[in-house]
């Protein structure tokens, strides 16, 4: 994880990784001295190479007086000083030269008035260790008669330092693949009937289009038999509380059974098995209807559907009690409750061809087990974004699956979303791979290093070392963590 410096000014740099890309101060503090820019602080292998422009414009200093300017390579216990460079009032500037003061190499000496608007001021030293983690400081002190000092500061213009990089391997856990993968599909079939007839009627309002809506489903499937094997549908009928428990039940089970007849005929070629359930009164749907509504009492009326009375009571006492609110539930819940639901269950074929496995992932995810999920994304270079979409696809699908969350969270932090990590792990249950434990602690502790957390990642690595060979290599990894 990166490291930051704060700099004397409380300015936050940029670590550079490995003593690159060092950060830049525009301009120091210092009162009537000068001014920076565009500062760079960048090591070679043998070098340490120092730029900055420097403005003197806002030099404003007596005849008598001395500006001296000394940029300053520190760690805090080693230094090194570089050229430095004085800018003198007119007396101070000739009694210097008089009194056989030089100029050169290490010393630039301007007149006040004389300078440049600005200048560009590069230095080279040779590298040394303790550079790995330095800073530049800029000095500044003027002196005036008897070398007295008047005013002096210092600011930091750049920082670096050598960065601890850590570069975990990750782990990602191959599923189990699925002997059978038997799927479902479901549907909604809203028909309609005469009052007291349980018969379908094809040809009764929209029931021939419901019905449809059946067929073209299992019709889509079973003509691909490359994929897919039609096992069976499961029809259900359901009822509305208006009326009789009774009278619903039979109108629930007989519409149901004419159901079955009209949709086997519909599919007699295939051959599919057909069962049939029913539900007389489907309390839940308007208990999901009122907790959705502004009704008004809306509490008292969900205390009445949740109660124990029987089905019957329950209708007269929301007819008594509430008859307004019971006109809204008749008129719009009640309809839409009165309905078939269909369930088509089937087998889909294994996929073992990445190509493949990529085009369902686009098309039908669903038919597509968790491990051949996995085969797609192996087939990618780890870590690579198609890599880790791939991954989060999988939990789409899977969103309950364990394996599925640590080879999403490993993903994620192969990207840098430690957010998006950390969610995902947070999820896990311990104990919840049993088989895959260690690998849930070491993806957590790759969590916790990446964090800046070493200490706890440290003692997360040495749990599974034993069991994974990875989590040693990180332990020594964290050894130069600082």
Not at 23 to 39: C, E, L, P, W, Y
Not at 120 to 135: F, I, K, L, R, S
Not at 283 to 301: M, P, R
Not at 362 to 390: H, M, Q, R, V, Y
Request: hydrophobic share 40%; charged share 20%; proline share 4%.
């Amino acid at each position: 994880m990166r490291k930051y410096i704060l700099t004397l000014a409380a300015a936050l740099f940029v670590v550079a990784a490995n003593a690159q890309n060092p950060v830049n101060r525009s301009a120091d503090v210092f009162t009537n001295g000068v001014r920076t820019s565009n500062v760079t602080l960048a090591p070679s292998s043998t070098m340490m190479n120092v730029a900055m422009d420097i403005d003197y414009s806002t030099v404003d200093i007596a005849r008598k007086e001395a500006l001296d300017i000394v940029p300053v390579l520190t760690d805090g216990t080693h230094t090194k000083e570089l050229p430095a460079i004085g800018v003198y009032g007119g007396r101070r500037y000739w009694n210097y030269l008089r009194n056989g003061g030089k100029t050169g190499k290490n010393f630039t000496l301007y007149k006040a008035g004389k300078a440049p608007a600005t200048e560009h001021y590069t230095a080279n030293v040779p590298y040394e260790g303790w550079m790995d983690n330095c800073q530049l400081i800029l000095r500044q002190s003027t002196r005036g008669c008897c070398n007295s000092t008047l005013q002096q500061g210092a600011s930091t213009l750049a920082a670096i330092a050598k960065e601890f990089k850590f570069e975990p391997n990750f782990l990602y856990v191959q599923p189990d693949a699925e002997n059978v993968k038997l799927r479902a599909e479901k549907g909604e079939a809203y028909l309609e009937f005469p009052v007291g007839q349980a018969k379908v009627d094809k040809n009764f309002k929209n029931n021939a289009d419901e019905i449809q809506k059946i067929v073209d489903m299992v019709n889509t499937l079973a003509a691909n038999t490359q994929e897919y094997k039609v096992n069976g549908i499961a029809l259900k009928g359901y009822a509305s509380p208006d009326g009789s428990y009774k009278t619903n039940e039979r109108l629930a089970m007989d519409r149901t059974g004419s159901l079955k007849i009209v949709v086997k005929n519909a599919l007699k070629n295939l051959n599919i098995p057909i069962s049939t359930n029913y539900e007389a009164e489907d309390w839940d749907g308007v208990k999901s209807f009122v907790e959705a509504s502004s009704l008004d009492k809306k509490d008292e009326i969900l205390a009445v559907i949740n109660g124990n009375l029987t089905p019957d009571q329950k209708e007269q006492k929301l007819k008594s009690s509430f008859p307004q609110q019971y006109n809204i539930l008749k008129n719009e819940c009640f309809p839409a409750l009165r309905r078939s639901s269909y369930t088509v269950n089937y087998e889909v074929a294994s996929f073992i061809d990445a190509a493949q496995i990529k085009n369902k992932i686009n098309t039908n995810p669903k038919d597509l087990s968790l491990n051949e999920f996995f085969i797609a994304a192996n087939s990618c270079a780890a870590g690579s974004p198609e890599f880790n979409s791939i991954m989060e696809k999988a939990l789409q699908q899977y969103p309950n699956n364990e394996i599925a969350k640590l080879n999403a969270a490993n993903a994620a932090m192969s990207s840098g979303n430690l957010q998006r990590a950390g969610e995902l792990l947070s999820q896990i249950k311990e104990g919840g791979l049993s088989k895959q434990a260690s690998y849930v602690t070491y993806a957590k502790a790759i969590y916790e290093a990446m964090c800046g957390h070493y200490a706890k990642a440290s003692k997360m690595f040495t749990t599974v070392k034993d069991k994974i060979p990875e989590a040693a290599a990180a332990l020594r990894q964290l050894a130069d963590a600082k």
